[in-house]
């Protein structure tokens, strides 16, 4: 039997981030879904991971972490200022999500952003040996896959953008679009999480490269290139059990005495991102108190949000907002020993995470534009006893997925209102019946199956 193939993961982000330097430096589990989604695969299958460990210290060059073993990349502060918060954070991130903030094009970030996604090719180099399967991920990277091909030609090469790609008429703006699709075209493999992402990146290729061919087959480079969607997933067992431990049902309990036992409680967590629409579903939050549809006796909110790129104005602005926003909420409608809304800005860990999926009677995931939203996916497997209702934004990835969730226009807030009321007065039997087959879809088709499907398309 032939051995199955080592696999490479090539990431920006390595799954533990160091906080500090020198001595007092700790590692912290990194958020976010990429992490959340590549950790199980690589535990199972096994391989390596080449990627960066935050900040700008020295850090051992290999580093084994729950038997997976990390490459690090370095970055300096030029390159964190010009590839990470600049081109990726600032220029990328926003076209990608509909640009929600206007993006920036500047072309002192360019130079850093080829720069470190060579860096970034030579580690892998370094780490291929052959026969391997490399899977490079995400948007800081859409270079590396051409980089790559160029010195390791005969290497299976796939690549899987986490976010969603714009439509032409915005990928277009990129003064630098030739040349990332170009990058993109040195794979053998491009998966997206929707058909619509599959498309519009093909559609651009066709459009500013010699590619030719169908939405899912391109010609280019003398190659033939897959472009497919592959909507990413979640360990659905890992959270189904962990809910179901007793240490995750009495921490639920806890949190339920804590909040008052008769209150419903709707939940959010996100990465203090302006895509994750908190700014609005707190908006409608306000409506319902202020409408009296609901009042603090009954219900309160739980948001749960992880700091993220703070040093990138938009993200420090949009922190800054929704302190303001808690601060009115809570001044204006607590009342002794009943708050509206409990806010904790932090990261937690997956355990602590889960405790408060199973409190939660309702999930508020309301993203303005979201490639997937894992979040959405976690809730759904944490109700081992099939209740609880999901509230889920129509502009998320995983709504073409999760239809039975009570899917809404976070801009609309009137809408989104209404929906949060419907789900804390939904009538049990319709609850079971939403959230059963919810589970059943997310347990069918879990992160495994992606990587499968992923790894199988490569493979052919
Ligand atoms: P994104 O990748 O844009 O952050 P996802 O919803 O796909 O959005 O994935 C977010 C991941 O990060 C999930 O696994 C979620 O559990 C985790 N996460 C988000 N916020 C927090 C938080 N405050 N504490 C701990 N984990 C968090
Ligand atoms: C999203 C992106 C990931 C990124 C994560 C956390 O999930 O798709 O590539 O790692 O956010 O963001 P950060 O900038 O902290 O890596």
Known sequence: MSKPRRLIV????????????????????????????????????GGCWVGWPGGTGRSQRTIDHEGIRLHSVRLSQADMAGFYHGLSNRTLWPLFHDAIRTPEFRREWWKPYVEVNERFARATARAYRPGDTVWIHDYHLMLVP??????????????????????????????????LLEG????????????GAAQNFSRAARRHTDAEGTDSELEGQGRSIT??????????????????????????EEIRRLVGRERKILLAVDRLDYTKGIDHRLEAYELLLRS?????????????????????REYAEMRTRIDRMMGSLNGEFSEP???????????????????????????VVTPLRDGMNLVAKEY?????????????????????????????????????????????????????FRMAV??????????????????EALAA
């Not at 090539?10 to 533990?16: A, D, K, T, Y």
């Not at 330097?21 to 879904?33: D, E, H, M, N, Q």
């Not at 006893?385 to 009137?414: H, I, K, W, Y």
């Open 10 to 45: 090539v990431s920006n982000r390595l799954p533990i981030t160091r906080i500090g330097s020198g001595a007092g430096s700790r590692w912290l589990t990194s958020a976010g879904g990429l992490v959340t989604a590549m950790v199980p695969i690589l535990k199972r299958r």
């Open 146 to 179: 051409a980089m790559l091909r160029a010195m390791k030609p005969r290497a299976r090469i796939g690549f899987f953008l986490h976010i969603p790609f714009p439509p032409e008429e915005l990928f277009s703006w990129i003064p630098w679009r030739d040349e």
């Open 184 to 195: 993109l075209l040195g794979a053998d493999v491009v998966g997206f999480q929707t058909h």
């Open 227 to 252: 472009v497919r969607e592959f909507p990413i997933s979640i360990d659905f067992d890992w959270f189904d059990e962990r809910a179901r431990m007793p240490e995750s049902i009495a921490e639920a």
């Open 292 to 312: 009296g549809a609901v009042n603090v006796r009954e219900c309160v909110l739980i948001q749960i949000a992880a700091p993220s790129r703070e040093p990138v």
């Open 337 to 363: 020993g009943r708050v509206a809304v409990h806010y904790f800005r932090r990261t937690l860990s997956r355990e602590e995470v889960v405790a408060y999926y199973r409190a939660a009677d309702v999930m």
């Open 380 to 432: 759904c497997a944490s109700r081992s006893d099939t209740t609880g209702v999901l509230v889920l934004s129509e502009f998320a990835g995983a709504a073409s997925q999760l239809r039975q969730a009570l899917l809404v226009n976070p801009r609309d807030t009137e809408g989104m209102a209404e929906a949060m009321l419907a789900a804390l007065k939904m009538k049990k039997g319709d609850a079971k």
């Open 438 to 455: 919810l589970r059943s879809m997310v347990r069918r088709h879990d992160v495994h199956e992606w990587a499968d499907s992923f790894l």
